[in-house]
């Protein structure tokens, strides 16, 4: 025994330096593509085709101001921007005030219907989204909601509903009811102990179901492709979405795409960057247990 | 918030509901209106907005319809039609290769990093922000990132190969019959990996420490560590994980549509793709309807059975 000890010493130090040199290199594999898009916006198109490697330097905001005038496209991606930012903060609004609704009551309530209802969010989870694009886009056409970010707004929380809701129900399962029974002594209806007193203490829960949804609704394509077809009421990832990337090399330019791609991911970088523990915890809570 | 609780008691007992007696149907649901009011505006939104294109569905994929023309019930005609149609075929087999190979690559290395960076070797707070930094991009933006990386006369990919000497292996990418399928399940390995890594490096990081300090006194090397404590004890989310991977990546359709929307010539068309096209650009509702039937059946199914089986609606967090 005494006499294995140094060799596999020796070997486990090897070990460890091939592990972390794999490491470091898939940490450059990850990161180097997202480090790309961010220089690469920084270029001018000659320097884009001639020199992809190199460092941004001096650093070109042509690009940028391109797509802030959008003389080309006829719009400007401000427009783009904003419709993201109303879509995202709307739906998440709509989606943490009825899931919390409707999770507070699966969880404390026993009424006739309540266990199909339950049932009813659980089925509800399981159907996959590209059932309903057909339907919807012509019943948008019937209700005057193609174009509209509320429809969008309507449908994006009605898609997150049945995760987020089950995820909320959860959560007042195991919420105390000691502090939510004195509110009632003092003769609070059920809607204000659940406003004045359960959702006041709630914020963790609700901050966490808008981590775990704000980065689908922000990246949403599949229904908006068919939903918005006018360009004054599209979000970002249809600007990126628009540009072939078969001509990217002859017509378009391939700075302002870079731009723009870069204008819709910083968002998400920032916010991750800012809340990493909190993502990485609710993603890992409501994926498996 | 994800700390177990302390009142996790059955949520049955309900002691301070014994007043409400069941006198009857009606003044049960008299007596809980409050309820009600909190579960109608889920529940009507559920309705409105995917109970009843649901069923508008199911009802399309009956009927005969090209966009502005009139109607005709077909009955089962569209499926029959969808059994001999190859290109369904096809997209069905390249989202069946799709699915099995994301989640093999993404589990498959997600737990390789898992069990490299747990332990808290150094850095590893640095090498889980930059694991999981893709997973955070919109996945249109990778999709539209990675056809320039693989563009053929200027992509990074190509020159890279180019620049080493490597040239010889420079390839079309995405325009390729054999390579565009890969070329897209190898970004949807990239972006996702750090998935899987996440949610298994919490599964080892709750074996108790004192179980691999056990192993290391037995005598276990690193491997035999991993292949007999980590990998058992971890078993039940690493099957959990994977098929969260796969209905995920039946799913697919943004990485798939940006790159090559389906082609060359639907070499990478998948189902999702498939059912675009064949709804708006060829204005086949009816047809494009039996294929989202299909699609939703396997899915369904598929999902449903893994929440039930796991109980997703009793997770306490």
Known sequence: MASARPSSAGFRLTGRLVVTGLLLLWVVVQVYPIVFLFFTSLKSDPQILSTPFAFPFPPQFGNYEAVMDGNRTNQSIGIYFINSVIVTGGTLVLLLGVSSLAGYALARGRFPGSAATQQLFLLALAVPVHVLLVPIYFFFGEMGLRNNLVGLILLYATLGLPFTTILMRSYFVSFPRELEEAARIDGCSRFGVFWRVVLPVSRGAMASMAIINIGWVWSELFFGLVLLDKVTARTLPLAVAAYKPSSMATQTSVGELFAIMSLTVLPLIVFYFVFQKQIRKGMTAGAVK | ?317
Request: hydrophobic share 50%; aromatic share 14%.
């Open chain 2, 1 to 317: 918030m994800t700390s177990p609780t302390p009142s996790a008691a059955s949520p049955r007992v309900r002691p301070t509901q014994v007043e409400h007696r069941s006198v009857g149907g009606l003044a049960q649901i008299r007596a809980n209106a409050h309820w009600y009011l909190f579960i109608a505006p889920a529940v009507i939104l559920l309705l409105a907005f995917m109970g009843f294109p649901l069923y508008r569905s199911l009802e399309l994929s009956l009927f005969e319809w090209k966009g502005l023309l009139p109607r005709h019930w077909i009955g089962l005609e569209n499926f029959e039609r969808l059994f001999r149609d190859k290109y369904f075929w096809r997209a069905l087999g390249h989202t069946i290769v799709f699915a099995v190979s994301a989640t093999a690559g993404t589990v498959g290395l997600g737990l390789l990093l898992a069990i490299a960076i747990s332990r808290h070797v150094p850095f590893h707070r640095f090498y889980r922000f930059a694991f999981y930094l893709p997973v955070m991009l919109p996945m249109t933006v990778v999709a539209a990132l990675w056809a320039r990386i693989y563009e053929p006369n200027y992509g990074l990919l190509n020159t890279a190969l180019k620049s080493i000497g490597l040239g010889v292996l420079a390839q079309p990418w995405l325009g390729s019959l054999d390579l565009s399928l890969p070329a897209i399940i190898v970004v949807c390995i990239w972006q996702y990996a750090g998935f899987p890594m996440i949610v298994l490096l919490a599964a080892i990081e709750g074996i108790p420490e004192d179980l691999h300090h056990a192993a290391t006194l037995d005598g276990a090397g690193e491997l035999q560590r991993m292949r007999y404590l980590v990998v058992p004890m971890i078993w039940p989310v690493l099957v959990s994980i994977s098929v969260v991977q796969v209905i995920f990546s039946l799913k697919v359709f943004d990485l798939v549509w940006v790159m090559t929307k389906g082609g060359p010539a639907e070499s990478s068309a998948v189902l999702g793709t498939y059912l675009y096209r064949k709804a708006f650009e060829q204005q086949e509702y009816g047809y494009a309807s039996a294929v989202a039937v299909s699609m939703f059946a396997v899915i369904f199914t598929v999902t449903y059975v893994y929440y039930r089986l796991t109980k997703i609606d009793a997770v306490e967090f």
